[in-house]
């Protein structure tokens, strides 16, 4: 089995402590750790960001847009769980369950916003009434 490697930048605050507990039992992913003294190291952080196949964003909105601006490598998705980029059109935003286009883009997409636990309440609510 070809394991997908899994970074989390800003896994030391609470969403990226959550994300590592979840899938750290996983056997289909190889989760990237940079070491305590290197995880606010930019070169350290880009080498992570494009040597993996997935990196999930778990910082505050500048750090986040950041660390976006870092990745060149075409191939890694990026999770972003911040706010930085959930209205960037080039992000798809990841709500699923919202409509069939958003299930294809977010499959597709290399970026991803995750939607808010208080703005995903609100949207789950009120697209359907809006679409209608």
């Known amino acids: ?5 899994v970074f989390i930048d ?3 605050g609470t969403t990226g402590l959550r994300i590592r507990e979840r899938i750290g ?8 750790v940079l ?6 190291d930019d070169a350290a952080r880009r080498e ?3 040597s993996c196949d997935i990196a999930f964003l778990c910082l505050p909105d500048d750090a986040a847009r950041q660390a976006v601006s870092m ?3 075409p191939h890694t998705v990026v999770l972003d769980t911040s706010t930085a980029h959930r209205t960037d059109p080039a992000f798809a935003y990841g709500f699923p369950e919202l409509s069939a286009a958003h299930r294809e883009k977010i499959a597709a997409a290399k970026r991803i916003a995750v ?3 208080h703005a995903g309440g609100f949207i789950a609510l009120v697209y359907p009434l809006v679409a209608a």
């Open 10 to 12: 800003g896994s030391a």
């Open 35 to 40: 070491p305590e003294e290197k995880r606010k």
């Open 48 to 50: 992570a960001l494009n």
């Open 1 to 5: 089995m070809n394991k997908k490697t």
């Open 25 to 32: 039992a996983r056997e289909d992913l190889e989760l990237m």
């Open 115 to 117: 939607p808010g636990c």
């Open 71 to 73: 990745v060149e490598n």
